[in-house]
């Protein structure tokens, strides 16, 4: 039992490129989610989903596109990159109606 | 959106002195919840309070859900140098469906 697992560990982009964060989890949970942390601003939620083939937006979803084909899998996708999306990404997963998100160990991009 | 006011922004501590932290909100919360982080890892929770006026601990951890719903404490007492990191508050709206949101996080030193 893994957990959530997300990779890259550490991502180096230049302005403009485009790549996908993933994050997997196998704990068979419903919702998943994406959120960036920087410094002095916490956790902000970027995009959700409840299930497979549903997703949503968060605070702030601008820049990010994310799809949900399978329950275990929750990519992110940065379309065209901007030093603005340097951050620490982090995906969490829980059941539907509880309040146990479980974490992965986080994504560390730099957009130069 | 919501947002929650997470107190104080650090903390520069002896080792087995008692903390204490806290957020507030300007918005009704339904559950609560407090996460730690240590470096290079995702966050992991430590304690989840659900009613209003509730008061829960986890070893040396206490927590309290404010009669207002907008604001809980987090105490720890007797700090040892694990507890080192940064804890930040995390509030559900009900019904829950938008995700959680963070406080800023209040970064624990131990000075031994």
């Known amino acids: 039992n893994a957990g959530v697992t997300q990779t890259p560990k550490f991502q180096v982009l230049k302005t403009g490129q485009s790549m996908t964060l993933q994050c997997a989890q196998d704990?068979?949970?419903?919702?998943m989610s994406w959120y960036r942390q920087d410094p002095g601003m916490g956790l902000r939620l970027i995009h959700y989903?409840?299930?497979?083939?549903?997703?949503d937006q968060g605070e702030v979803p601008n820049g990010y596109n994310v799809s949900r084909s399978t329950t275990e899998d929750f990519p992110l996708r940065l379309l065209s990159a901007a030093p603005s999306q340097t951050s620490v990404y982090f995906c969490a997963s829980s059941y539907v109606g509880t309040d146990t998100q479980y974490f992965g160990p986080g994504t560390r991009l730099t957009v130069l | 959106g919501q947002q929650l006011n997470q107190s104080p922004q650090s903390m520069f501590i002896q080792e087995g002195e008692d903390v204490s932290m806290n957020c507030t909100s300007s918005?009704?919360?339904?559950?609560w919840l407090w996460y730690k982080q240590d470096p290079g890892e995702g966050p992991v929770l430590l304690i989840a309070?659900?009613?209003?006026?509730e008061l829960t601990s986890n070893g040396r951890l206490t927590a309290q859900f404010g009669i207002t719903r907008k604001d809980s404490f987090l105490n720890i007492s007797a700090s040892i140098p694990s507890d080192v990191g940064i804890y930040f508050c995390?509030?559900?709206?009900?019904?829950?469906?938008?995700?959680?949101?963070f406080g800023k996080g209040t970064h624990l030193i131990i000075q031994p």
């Open positions: 995390a509030g559900l709206p009900w019904g829950g469906a938008d995700g959680l949101t």
């Open positions: 989903s409840v299930g497979a083939g549903i997703t």
């Open positions: 918005s009704i919360f339904n559950t």
């Open positions: 704990m068979n949970h419903e919702y």
């Open positions: 309070l659900y009613k209003a006026g």
